[in-house]
């Protein structure tokens, strides 16, 4: 087993639960794993299927996201296929032939496409070892991502009654864990339940309010980011994405509105890193396993918590930090509900409600977003400060709210617990609405008894008590609020309660963690990976995934068997792309250190000596090879020293390199999105301008900038 990991898949060591896992699949048992996104469940069913006999079947929903785990497969080494819709039946017969020659270990279809007489026919005759039903939560009608297909998998029991199954998600409440096991049939099975916590996740909720540019000074401080943004409408879709292009980023939209060709091209765009942002609806992100999202953003409130918590997962799903910012406000909450109410099925209805409740809750709630977040999945709070959520980082005031307590209890226990938040609390505050004198309510006790906090901070008030437990709700559709043993203990003064105080705080953003890795390294790594991977016409993260780049960083292997011990280079990848990488990190070592023999020498000017001598170069009319040549450097580097030299006031023209129409272009371009970064400036002025023309001209701006800042008034 552990000679398998490091061969094929880079690793020496298994992430926990993983290797029990493993055990009972080889084992032939029946098996349910419900681990978090990026905690290693495609490993559970695809390190086994090179350990048995035959082929292991995985039955996935989508048919992007086949062909990314078959082209990662193939990149390790692994005789992977899939068959789907997009084949030709030449390809199609190339790999049932391949499958009956016991040449293909593991096979992706869709439920679809598996429970055709042909393929199932197909099944029969070859050696099938193991079934895996992956993002096996789609089986459930009480998921969030019902697909009525998958129930049919349930089958495969009958058909195949020798052959083991394993189900795998990231995503399941008690009662769907429960449907998934049922529907497929699972006997004798082992549960394994690693938890859902992802720790590198950020959580935030942030009052939505201006969001737009709040969205824009976030986006502003992560450029070179990927990341993903949901909205509920193809409206706010394309609105946003408009803006977004408008302010100079990378941005594409995705949503059913779109043709095919447009959906899939613009996903390719982001799996391949040729776009920095994908503004979506719901629609996206099921397909895609991209481990370098460092941002999943909420721009409108999500439906459910299902949902969220799926959706935020397509983040850091290398382990590395990602922020999941969610924009709230009653407002998106009111149109969710109106939706709600315009299905046909009561019980549908009163489904939504509640898991709308729930998604309410989290946001509004002031204890850690991520003890909200687990305790709706089962897990039991810890009541530790995870500092990796807004809640955390930043806690809100505390106050002895126990007198207003007893006020909303009282007037819930004189209501006889009939009647929900904004009835009770409308009481409170003393209305006379329609509502209250219709049922006399106005004459109660408590009418007007808490005039002394508004509507919205009885509301807070209420949210916060439900959340520990003090006060109860019940019924979906008709929530009403009732008391329990806690509130009885409060109304007579046995129990003291502290709440928050309501107020609106600012928006917190994480301190992003010091990472020891060699900036300018990585980035040299991952321009390499991508020009590499647009060779082979693959995402980039298949070659090597972001964190296998920042440890080849900061280890800086300099031999093939220090490059095999950087976690996710296997013998597979180290033949491919091992030597490539590694003259990359000898140029970067030897660059450093012409730099470092320099550094103490300065030229006449005081200048580095290595500028010096491109200076002086220059000022012999040499072009910028000619130097290049002479020095035996790259002409990327004789152009980093001109920019260098401009920056210092040494060069005071850049006009030979750049005509002057071309200058006044891309100057506007800074103009517009700023001189930080070049992509977005490149991005603005097409293929008619070269990265170097931009540099030249950036650092001819700022040199101008500084001359004008210092020069006397």
Avoid at 340 to 355: G, R, V, W, Y
Avoid at 566 to 574: A, R
């Amino acid at each position: 087993m552990h000679q398998t990991l490091q061969k094929y898949f880079g690793y020496t060591e298994f992430r926990p639960l993983q290797e029990d896992i493993i055990r009972d699949v080889l084992d032939k048992k029946d098996t349910f794993v419900l681990m978090p996104t990026g905690g290693g469940k495609s490993l559970c069913f695809q390190l086994p299927a090179l350990l048995m006999e035959g082929l292991t079947v995985v039955i996935s929903p989508l048919i992007s996201l086949m062909k990314d785990q078959v082209d990662s497969l193939q990149s390790n080494g692994i005789a992977a296929a899939y068959l789907n819709s997009t084949q030709s039946s030449a390809e199609a017969a190339e790999i049932t032939t391949a499958i009956l020659e016991n040449r293909i270990k593991i096979l992706y279809v869709a439920p679809e496409r598996l429970l055709m007489s042909q393929t199932l026919g197909l099944l029969k005759q070859a050696n099938v070892s193991l079934f895996a039903v992956d993002e096996a939560h789609c089986i459930s009608e009480w998921g969030h991502d019902f697909r009525p297909e998958y129930r049919r998998i349930k089958t495969l029991r009958s058909r195949f009654p020798d052959i083991p199954i394993i189900a795998l998600t990231a995503t399941a409440t008690e009662k769907v864990q429960e449907d998934i096991t049922t529907q497929l049939n699972l006997t004798g099975y082992s549960t394994y339940l690693a938890g859902f916590d992802r720790p590198n996740l950020f959580y935030q909720v942030w009052p939505k309010k201006d969001t737009y540019a709040q969205l824009l000074g976030f986006l502003k401080k992560r450029r070179r980011d990927s990341g993903i943004i949901y909205c509920q409408s193809r409206n706010t879709v394309d609105t946003l994405t408009a803006k977004l292009q408008r302010s100079g980023f990378r941005a594409l939209p995705y949503h059913a509105g779109l043709s095919d060709i447009q959906r899939s091209k613009n996903q390719e765009c982001f799996i391949k890193d040729d776009t920095d942002i994908i503004v979506a609806t719901i629609a996206f992100g099921m397909g895609i396993d991209k481990p370098n999202v460092r941002f999943v953003i909420h721009y409108d409130l999500p439906k459910n918590l299902e949902g969220y918590y799926q959706e935020t997962g397509r983040g850091g799903r290398d382990g590395l930090e990602c922020d999941c910012i969610l924009f709230f406000s009653h407002g998106d909450r009111y149109k969710i509900e109106y939706f709600i109410n315009k299905k046909n099925s009561k019980k549908e209805q009163d489904i939504a409600l509640a898991q709308l409740r729930a998604m309410t809750n989290y946001c509004e709630s002031s204890t850690c977003r991520r003890e909200v977040l687990l305790s709706y999945f089962g897990e039991e709070p810890t009541g530790r400060n995870c500092r990796k959520c807004d809640v955390c980082i930043s806690p809100r005031k505390t106050f002895d709210g126990t007198a207003a307590a007893q006020k909303l209890l009282a007037c819930i226990d004189e209501l006889d617990q009939r009647f929900g938040m904004n009835h009770v609390i409308d009481i409170l505050i003393g209305s006379k609405n329609k509502k209250i004198t219709a049922k006399h309510h106005h004459i109660l006790k408590s009418h007007g008894a808490g005039r002394e906090y508004t509507k919205p901070q009885w509301q807070a008030f209420a949210r916060e008590m439900i959340q520990q437990g003090v006060l109860c709700v019940e019924g979906a559709r008709y929530p009403v609020l009732t008391l329990n043993l806690d509130s009885r203990d409060i109304l007579v003064g046995n129990r003291a309660v502290k709440l928050i105080k309501p107020v609106v705080e600012a928006s917190v953003i994480r301190p992003h963690e010091n990472i020891s890795v060699e900036t300018e390294l990585f980035n040299s790594l991952r321009r390499l990976r991508k020009t590499l991977a647009d060779r082979k016409n693959l995402p980039p993260y298949i070659i090597f995934s972001d964190s296998s780049l920042k440890e080849m960083a900061s280890k800086v292997p300099r031999t093939h068997q220090e490059f095999l011990d950087i976690t996710g280079v296997g013998e597979n990848k180290l033949n491919k792309y091992g030597d490539a990488f590694l003259a990359e990190i000898a140029a970067h070592i030897a660059e450093k250190q012409v730099q470092s023999t320099n550094s103490s020498k300065a030229g006449n000017d005081g200048l580095p000596a290595t500028q010096q001598e491109t200076l002086n170069l220059y000022r012999q009319g040499m072009s910028i090879q000619q130097i290049a040549n002479i020095r035996n450097l790259s002409a990327s580097t004789i152009i980093a020293h001109i920019e260098k030299l401009v920056l210092a006031g040494e060069i005071d023209s850049i006009d030979e390199w750049v005509d002057a129409q071309k200058q006044q272009a891309i100057k506007k371009a800074i103009s517009d999105v700023g001189p930080e970064y070049l992509s977005p400036i490149k991005e603005k002025l097409g293929d008619d301008c070269l990265y170097n023309e931009i540099k030249l001209v950036r650092a001819a701006v700022m040199a101008e900038v500084a001359e004008t800042a210092f020069s006397p008034v």
